[in-house]
């Protein structure tokens, strides 16, 4: 296996790799383009199945709608109502594959209370849908995964979530699904792509898509965005996994044809775990979508809205009709309501939702109700629509495709692929105990690590064993270590400090200053690992500063065009940032 370690060596050589493609002997299998999880999941199923393969990212990874997401991995009730049985069982049996094999260490089993407003008819209706939901995952391979639902009355909803109001239920139906950290799936899905040979540039962004003299699509031209450089990629596959990006993707090619993707933007709030009262999460429809309730380490994350976004599409931002929404419908049942003082962190992410057919010309296999797979043009393979569930599934049908023939002698394998930190967890877990002694790490931080990194927990307690100071809490961030931080560059790819401050920590909504008193220590243990002069550090400390007061100013706007304008400023306060040659 090759490297595992996302850092700027590893992306200067896909770089390389990228630009030496131009020659016969060297071209690629495959080039993904969108490195959320979608396009993380293709990378990783085309390189296991021995395709040369690579995948570039506009931003970091997971910086679009893979790290704002509700960070649920389930079957989805809702489509139950809709009786899309399918569907349901697909998503149920991705699952529990994450759960037991592919990522035990990253998605955590979750109870949830569906509450009940009337005695008899809801109780049966909502039952027999959460017996079947049930009965849809044991179909799975193997052993449960999750334990059955159970009724419960008022009394014993109340025992699990006492700020529960009074009259909001007369009980409830508790049933399981799942919590995952969407960022950092997508990172370690990255970072198990390279490790099976897969070339890795974030920050890369796609400007054309070249054709050979018969039309086909044979590869691409990207610009790395850290100095500027353009580089032609020659490949026999360029498979667009761009989400809400894929028609402007689609558009570089010069061909009318592929998907239509509307963005609808989803808002969910942080509050503090104290805050609320409860050992479970809730489920609660609404007029306009459904509203989760979600306990979350130190935190609850409450959301989501369902409304049109017509802004630009890189940085969707909470407004205060947002925030105020959640809160009013979170309040409707809650026996003690939320206030915006309540309120640590808000975060807006865009739905990539595929809107039906194609456009003329197009190729196409409608594989689910929720994605589709087509070409555009020869070369070109397009992926859309889906959730974060079903990523593994929705990377297969995108390689199949675009392969065509040779899929039935390359067959997928990623069911049987776990992840990186997988492997070995149980072994983690017990050398765990001896680590948290020599480091003087409680419980909760044991906890921490382990679900985050879990065996691969060993890279980063030999980070602090040769820098025992790597080893503390950060001293305005002590849920973080300040080897999480040097990880996050050392191997995991991170370039920026708003890639550690977004996708490798939380920091930028799970404390109610987004991270800014953190801020000077973790400049201080990324800058020599990147090589920042006093110039670059100061920058980069500016450009995250902007950025945090304009998403703070954002959630005081009255609509999404006077949010996006207080977020522009961050913007352009980024785009002073050097370039790096």
Not at 87 to 94: D, G, I
Not at 226 to 248: L, M, P, Q, S, Y
Not at 345 to 367: F, W
Not at 388 to 416: C, E, N, W
Request: proline share 4%; charged share 20%; glycine share 8%.
């Amino acid at each position: 296996m090759a490297s595992t370690r996302l850092t700027a060596t590893s992306r200067a050589q896909a770089l390389a790799a990228l630009e030496g493609s131009q020659t016969a002997s060297a071209e690629l299998d495959v080039l993904v383009v969108g490195g959320g999880v979608t396009g993380a999941g293709i990378a990783l199923d085309a390189a296991t199945r021995g395709l040369s393969t690579a995948i570039v990212e506009a931003q970091d990874w997971a910086s679009g709608t893979s790290s704002r997401s509700s960070k649920l991995v389930h079957g989805g009730l809702r489509y139950l109502q809709m009786l899309d049985f399918h569907l349901v069982k697909e998503a149920l049996t991705e699952r529990d594959l994450l759960l037991k094999t592919i990522a035990p260490h990253l998605v955590k089993p979750v109870p949830f209370l569906y509450p009940l407003e009337h005695r008899v008819w809801e109780r049966a209706y909502v039952g027999t849908g959460i017996a079947l939901y049930d009965t849809l995952a044991s179909l799975a391979p193997g052993r449960r995964a999750m334990p059955l639902h159970r009724h419960l009355s008022r009394r014993q909803m109340e025992r699990k979530f006492p700020d529960l109001a009074h009259d909001a239920a007369i009980g409830a139906v508790q049933y399981w699904d799942a919590s995952v950290d969407d960022a950092r799936l997508v990172t370690t899905l990255v970072r198990t792509a390279a490790s099976y040979g897969a070339y890795a540039a974030a920050r890369t962004q796609v400007v054309a898509l070249t054709k050979s003299g018969t039309g086909a699509v044979n590869g691409a031209v990207v610009v790395d965005l850290e100095t500027g450089r353009e580089i032609t990629v020659r490949a026999r596959h360029v498979i667009n996994a761009t989400g809400v990006w894929t028609e402007d993707t689609e558009a570089l090619a010069g061909d009318e044809g592929g998907l239509r993707v509307l963005a609808s933007k989803g808002v969910h709030i942080v509050v503090p775990r104290e805050r609320i009262k409860g050992s479970v999460g809730l489920i609660l429809q609404t007029e306009k979508s459904v509203l989760f309730v979600i306990p979350w380490s130190r935190y609850w994350v409450v959301g989501t809205t369902d409304t049109p976004w017509e802004q630009e599409l890189t940085h969707p931002v909470a407004t205060a009709a947002d925030i105020d929404y959640v809160l009013d419908h979170a309040n409707a049942v809650l026996a003690h309501p939320l206030s915006r003082d309540d309120v640590i962190g808000t975060y807006a992410g865009l739905r990539p939702l595929l809107q039906p057919g194609t456009k003329e010309g197009t190729s196409s296999a409608k594989v689910s109700r929720e994605h589709t797979v087509a070409s555009p043009a020869p070369g070109l393979t397009v992926i859309a629509g889906g959730k974060l569930t079903t990523y593994r599934v929705m990377a297969k049908d995108a390689v199949d495709f675009a392969i065509g023939q040779r899929a039935a002698a390359l067959p997928s394998i990623t069911h049987d692929i776990p992840l990186l930190g997988a492997v070995g967890l149980q072994a983690a877990r017990r050398q765990a105990r001896a680590w948290a002694q020599r480091f003087g790490w409680k419980p909760p931080m044991v906890d921490h690590l382990l679900h985050r990194y879990g065996s691969a927990l060993g890279e980063l307690v030999e980070l602090c064993e040769q820098d025992p100071t790597l080893a503390r809490p950060l001293e305005h961030a002590p849920a973080y270590l300040r080897a999480e931080i040097h990880f996050g560059v050392s191997h995991e790819g991170a370039l920026h400090l708003e890639d550690l401050m977004l996708h490798r920590t939380r920091l930028v909504y799970e404390v109610a200053d987004r991270g800014r008193a953190a801020l000077a220590e973790i400049a201080d243990v990324v800058a020599p690992l990147l090589g920042w002069d006093d110039a670059t550090r100061k920058a980069e400390v500016d450009a995250y500063l902007a950025r945090a007061d304009a998403e703070d100013a954002a959630g005081l706007a009255p609509d999404d065009v006077a949010a996006e304008a207080a977020r522009q400023r961050a913007d352009d306060v980024a785009a002073m940032q050097p370039l790096r040659g």
